[in-house]
């Protein structure tokens, strides 16, 4: 089965440093991966996607992420975190683009002043 | 500006109660999904519909009913049948069959059960 993994929890940086959010997957071929960010008691709202091309994607608010299909992951970045980055973020995967949504389990990021 | 709207945001209701959750968009998506979010869990698909008039069970689905009258409106009803109906409620729409990952959501539900 289709499955997806963030193996942090929770994670807590301080202003201004760099960011990684690890996301590894499950699946047979190559998937369509996502993520989205979801703010306190709202809605999820998507950063990125991947369907094919190059391996590292740009996001909106200063995101990107890599797919390395040797090691099933999509790891999320940033190079210097702001408050208000502040959030819930979901990896997300499907099969092909008329599969259904596979989310991971979410991991919380709380940044210090 | 084109969005999902879920109403209200939230709503507590007494055990045994059948009670309703309300998603309209005016996105002109195609595709509309309700997921529930528990704390650890991610998201869990309830039900979604792709077309007017059709929709399908997801993962969870027991416990739950939908109706899709029309393409805007895909309400959910969350019956006394449901065990633990207590959780934050996410409708979520999509342009259409292939673009099925690319959703957008609404600000959600918190329904709470006693």
């Known amino acids: 089965a289709q499955s997806v993994t963030q193996p942090d929890i929770h994670i807590t940086v301080s202003e201004g440093a760099s960011l990684e959010l690890r996301c590894n997957y499950s699946?047979?071929?190559?998937?369509?991966l996502f993520w989205y960010v979801q703010s306190p008691g709202q809605g999820l709202q998507l950063l990125l996607k991947?369907?094919?091309?190059?391996?590292l994607v740009q996001g909106i608010k200063g995101f990107e992420a890599e797919f390395k299909r040797s090691q099933s992951s999509f790891n999320l970045r940033k190079p210097s975190v702001h408050w208000s980055d502040a959030a819930e973020y979901f990896c997300a995967v499907t099969k092909t683009s008329y599969d259904k949504v596979i989310f991971g389990p979410g991991t919380s990021l709380s940044v210090i002043p | 500006d084109g969005g999902i709207t879920q109403s209200p945001k939230y709503l507590f209701r007494k055990e045994g109660q059948n009670v309703t959750l309300s998603c309209e968009q005016n996105?002109?998506?195609?595709?509309m999904y309700w997921y529930r979010q528990d704390p650890g869990q991610g998201l869990r698909l309830i039900y979604y519909?792709?077309?007017?008039?059709?929709?399908q069970k997801g993962d969870i689905a027991e416990g739950y009913s939908v109706s899709r009258e029309k393409k805007e409106s895909f309400p959910l009803t969350v019956t006394s049948a449901q065990k633990n109906p207590t959780a934050f409620y996410l409708c979520?729409?999509?342009?259409?069959?292939?673009?099925?990952?690319?959703?957008?959501f609404g600000p959600g539900t918190r329904l709470t059960v006693t």
């Open positions: 699946y047979g071929a190559t998937p369509y």
């Open positions: 996105l002109n998506h195609d595709a």
């Open positions: 519909s792709q077309i007017v008039n059709d929709f």
């Open positions: 991947y369907f094919s091309g190059d391996t």
């Open positions: 979520a729409s999509t342009l259409g069959q292939g673009r099925l990952g690319e959703q957008y």
